[in-house]
């Protein structure tokens, strides 16, 4: 097991007569020996692109990165020992799962001229660890996605790496395969000890995968902590809103003398910790953390209510406040559009209006 660090890692893309783009923006970013780490965020946030330069298919413009303590930045990728699985798999298609799973062995092979038997243990080895022992004769095109999505997988590891990337492993499987593949990712993971880096656009992939989570940003880490801390305690009104489903909501209001964020002028809310008078806020409270009461609490009108079994989700209009509330609701609630209820905030955020940070 390897450590992995990162140290103001640079990327910017120029082109003649446009502007620099700055992709990925100063990222200090330390994993320990064995670690998960979560790297999620939007589309074009930059977190494939560190990724690459991890993995040495992307030039650095600037910073360090360093495997085991020794730097890799000017290393070719080939002698890294960085496995990636790809998001699109990356399959040779005229080749066999094992002859896929061997490809790269058999080239080093060659090289250091070692012994095929090795190759062909290895690929048995690894192809009981994955599940693949009943499709090694298969080729790419009569796999599904979450074989194919296995057997990139594999191929990443059977070269036994220092670290390992996963770009969007997921994201082209159904619902039932994704549960299913990402409890068999889980499980390899923890077995084989190698440290990781998850890139992924889906909070709950992360969420349930990652020992660590760094959201990223427009190229920067908004937050990096436990899967608890990010959710519990978020550093920012954009790690606050991209975590969490439904997602929480987030009501404008100003700071009164009295410890309270006032959201219209009829409606407040206490605020958990001191904020100075006359301030512009951002309140944000979890739809779990809202609770419908019979009398006390703040009066709403249902807007609409979704029953969805295990429970529901309840939109809700607040006098004056020009955002919704969504609330969610035990299984046996019943409301109708127009009805009239009362909400009581439980555990509550509070984030600086301007410049989105949170107060704590």
């Given at each position: 097991?390897?450590?992995?660090e990162?140290?103001?890692?640079?990327?910017?893309?120029r082109?003649?007569?446009?502007?620099a783009?700055?992709?990925?923006?100063?990222?200090?970013?330390?994993?320990?020996?064995?670690e998960?780490?979560?790297?999620l965020?939007?589309?074009?946030c930059?977190?494939?692109?560190?990724?690459?330069?991890i993995?040495?298919?992307?030039?650095?413009?600037?910073?360090?990165?360093?495997?085991?303590?020794?730097?890799?930045?000017?290393?070719?990728?080939?002698e890294?020992?960085?496995?990636?699985?790809f998001e699109?798999?990356?399959?040779?298609?005229p080749?066999?799962?094992?002859?896929?799973l061997?490809?790269?062995l058999?080239?080093?092979?060659?090289?250091?001229?070692?012994?095929?038997?090795?190759?062909?243990?290895?690929?048995?080895?690894?192809?009981?660890?994955?599940?693949?022992?009943?499709?090694?004769?298969a080729?790419?095109?009569?796999?599904?996605?979450?074989?194919?999505?296995?057997?990139?997988l594999?191929?990443?590891?059977?070269?036994?790496p220092?670290?390992?990337?996963?770009?969007?492993?997921l994201s082209?499987l159904?619902?039932?395969?994704?549960?299913?593949?990402?409890?068999?990712?889980?499980?390899?993971?923890?077995?084989?000890g190698?440290t990781?880096?998850l890139?992924?656009?889906?909070?709950?992939?992360?969420?349930?995968?990652?020992?660590?989570?760094a959201?990223?940003?427009?190229?920067?880490?908004?937050?990096?902590?436990?899967?608890?801390?990010?959710?519990?305690?978020?550093?920012?009104?954009?790690?606050?809103?991209?975590?969490?489903?439904?997602?929480?909501?987030?009501?404008?209001?100003?700071?009164?003398a009295?410890g309270?964020?006032?959201?219209?002028?009829t409606?407040?809310?206490a605020?958990?910790?001191?904020?100075?008078?006359g301030?512009?806020?951002?309140v944000?409270?979890?739809?779990?953390?809202?609770?419908?009461?019979?009398?006390?609490?703040?009066?709403?009108?249902?807007?609409?209510?979704?029953?969805?079994?295990?429970?529901?989700?309840?939109t809700?209009?607040?006098?004056?406040?020009e955002?919704?509330?969504?609330?969610?609701?035990?299984?046996?609630?019943?409301?109708?559009?127009?009805?009239?209820?009362?909400?009581?905030?439980?555990?509550?955020?509070?984030?600086?209006?301007?410049?989105?940070?949170?107060?704590?």
């Amino acid at each position: 097991m390897t450590a992995l660090e990162l140290r103001e890692l640079r990327k910017t893309y120029r082109a003649r007569g446009r502007p620099a783009v700055d992709a990925v923006r100063g990222i200090d970013l330390g994993l320990r020996s064995g670690e998960l780490l979560g790297l999620l965020g939007p589309s074009g946030c930059g977190k494939s692109t560190t990724l690459r330069m991890i993995a040495g298919l992307e030039p650095v413009t600037g910073g360090d990165i360093l495997v085991g303590g020794a730097s890799v930045v000017r290393r070719p990728a080939q002698e890294r020992n960085i496995g990636v699985a790809f998001e699109n798999y990356a399959l040779y298609p005229p080749l066999t799962v094992a002859e896929n799973l061997a490809f790269g062995l058999r080239a080093r092979r060659r090289a250091a001229r070692g012994s095929s038997a090795d190759v062909a243990r290895k690929v048995t080895e690894i192809a009981e660890r994955v599940g693949l022992t009943g499709i090694l004769d298969a080729r790419p095109a009569g796999l599904s996605s979450g074989q194919k999505q296995r057997v990139s997988l594999a191929r990443a590891l059977i070269r036994e790496p220092d670290v390992l990337l996963l770009d969007e492993p997921l994201s082209h499987l159904d619902a039932a395969q994704r549960d299913t593949t990402r409890r068999e990712l889980k499980r390899i993971q923890r077995d084989l000890g190698h440290t990781t880096i998850l890139v992924t656009h889906d909070q709950e992939e992360a969420l349930s995968l990652a020992d660590r989570i760094a959201v990223m940003k427009d190229g920067a880490i908004q937050q990096l902590g436990t899967p608890f801390e990010i959710y519990d305690s978020p550093a920012t009104t954009f790690v606050a809103d991209f975590v969490g489903e439904p997602a929480i909501n987030l009501l404008p209001g100003i700071a009164t003398a009295d410890g309270h964020a006032r959201l219209s002028a009829t409606v407040r809310t206490a605020l958990p910790v001191p904020v100075a008078e006359g301030r512009a806020v951002v309140v944000g409270i979890r739809p779990e953390d809202l609770e419908l009461t019979g009398t006390d609490g703040i009066p709403a009108r249902v807007v609409a209510h979704e029953p969805l079994l295990e429970s529901g989700i309840a939109t809700l209009a607040l006098d004056g406040v020009e955002h919704p509330l969504v609330v969610l609701t035990g299984p046996e609630v019943r409301l109708a559009h127009d009805d009239r209820v009362r909400v009581a905030p439980g555990l509550t955020h509070v984030f600086d209006a301007e410049t989105g940070d949170s107060l704590r």
